[in-house]
């Protein structure tokens, strides 16, 4: 089955102990991304990756960090979580030139 | 002006109702357009792509206007099953673009609820 995977769902943490949510696609997509949601600011951009060792800075990009070493995954770490990083996140994926993206299920972090 | 600024909702209908939703975009180069859909608590989806000339999926009608930079979305004998968050989602760049081609802007939604 076709998806996107991200794990874990559900975090509660601490200030300032480093994180990772991780996001897998099974579809062979060159771009990948990473939003956050929060109420009453819809969805935010917070990276992107055009394709393995490619990306770049979304539209929220303080305070997390990317990778993209190979093509089906696209981490998103938190290196000193912070209150204000409690979000809805999610990853998305498409295929090049083409317009669908293609969402995870969601992470629901929680920053003590 | 919002980059994309959608109806405030929400919208409380009965079952049966067309309902009509809003969505104006604040960059007149954007070159695609789309509506999602997201259920409470779960990932948003695409519900329908929306080109110049209109276009309708069974109940669902989509418009473009381009002058006005202005989209919409029409729902025909709504069901329980249409409640949901409808985002209004415009992509500001061509495909040919390259760099941040994929880097869609969203609205904040808009929620529909349908009651018996």
């Given at each position: 089955e076709a998806q996107v995977t991200q794990n874990p769902r559900y975090l509660i943490t601490v200030t300032g102990k480093k994180l990772t949510v991780t996001c897998s696609q099974?579809?062979?997509?060159e771009y990948m991304s990473w939003y956050r949601q929060d109420p009453g600011l819809g969805l935010r951009q917070i990276y992107y990756s055009m394709n393995v060792e490619v990306t770049d800075k979304g539209d929220v990009p303080e305070g997390y960090k990317v990778s993209r070493k190979e093509k089906r995954n696209f981490p998103l770490i938190l290196e000193s979580p912070s209150p204000n990083q409690t979000s809805l996140y999610f990853c998305a994926s498409k295929r090049e030139g083409q317009e669908t993206q293609y969402f995870g299920p969601g992470t629901r972090l929680l920053v003590l | 002006r919002k980059e994309v600024e959608q109806d405030p909702g929400p919208f409380n209908v009965p079952e049966g109702a067309t309902v009509a939703f809003n969505c104006t975009y604040?960059?007149?180069?954007?070159q695609s357009f789309f509506w999602y859909r997201q259920d409470c608590r779960k990932e948003p989806k695409l519900l329908m792509s929306v080109y110049s000339s209109g276009n309708e999926d069974g109940r669902f009608t989509a418009q473009l206007n381009r002058a006005s930079q202005y989209i919409s979305l029409l729902i025909r004998d709504?069901?329980?099953?249409?409640?949901a968050t409808y985002l209004c989602v415009v992509n500001?760049?061509?495909?040919?673009?390259?760099?941040?081609?994929?880097n869609l802007i969203f609205g904040k939604g808009t929620k529909l609820s349908v009651k018996p």
């Open positions: 099974n579809m062979n997509h | 604040s960059n007149s180069a954007s709504s069901k329980l099953s249409d409640s500001p760049r061509p495909m040919n673009y390259g760099g941040s081609q994929g």
